[in-house]
């Protein structure tokens, strides 16, 4: 995705890859329709990911500054995203303290996922009823949005969001414990949630 433009546009195909880890690009990307994801792949072959990425969010807002990506990002399901001319954002940033503002907020943002990530992979052992941090997120943001979400993975990607082998059996059990406690229920690929509160709650660091 090379462009003399200040903004292109792209689309991408559900499990193809989107930008590769330390490999370097002109662009700034926004994911403008569908569902990707960050992730991490270990030298075993087993992949961690970091987070789930819906329209609106940026692959990484360090990119403004970096020609390289500290992760890959793929497609969960058919995207559509959008390019910016990093040289361009820069020269926007130079003359506009509100642009330099909002991406300095994006990055503080993007901080404070990697630290709750952390912090969360760190604490939480594969036995607890929680849900794993980027999971939660998606679904959490989503939820906000709409309490019928369309969640576009099942069990198998959500236990790649979680440290150790992956296990889409322990996240379908808590799924299950989940439904049974009228907190959520997961029918089709739609999410409904019926008790927000107490979802924030459960997911919550404290």
């Not at 991408?12 to 990707?36: K, M, T």
């Not at 500054?65 to 497609?75: D, I, L, Q, R, T």
């Amino acid at each position: 995705m090379q462009s003399a433009r200040m903004q292109h546009f792209a689309a991408a195909r559900a499990g193809e890859q989107i930008v590769v880890r330390n490999q370097p690009y002109d662009d700034v990307f926004v994911l403008c329709a569908g569902w990707a994801f960050r992730y991490f792949q270990l030298s075993d072959g087993r992949r961690q990911i970091l987070k789930f990425l819906l329209p609106g969010d940026a692959f990484s807002s360090a990119a403004v500054f970096e020609k390289s990506f500290p992760f890959s990002v793929k497609a969960l399901t058919e995207v559509q995203l959008s390019g910016f001319v990093r040289s361009e954002i820069r020269a926007r940033c130079a003359a506009n303290p509100d642009i330099q503002s909002a991406v300095a907020s994006s990055c503080i943002a993007d901080f404070r996922d990697a630290t709750e990530l952390l912090t969360s992979l760190g604490q939480r052992s594969r036995g607890t009823h929680r849900p794993s941090a980027p999971a939660f997120d998606a679904a959490h943001r989503g939820a906000q949005r709409d309490p019928r979400t369309a969640l576009p993975f099942s069990a198998a990607p959500a236990a790649h969001c979680r440290r150790g082998r992956t296990d889409p059996v322990h996240v379908s059990r808590v799924l299950s414990l989940f439904r049974d406690r009228r907190l959520v229920a997961l029918s089709e690929g739609t999410l409904t949630v019926f008790n927000l509160p107490e979802l924030e709650r459960i997911g919550t660091l404290r």
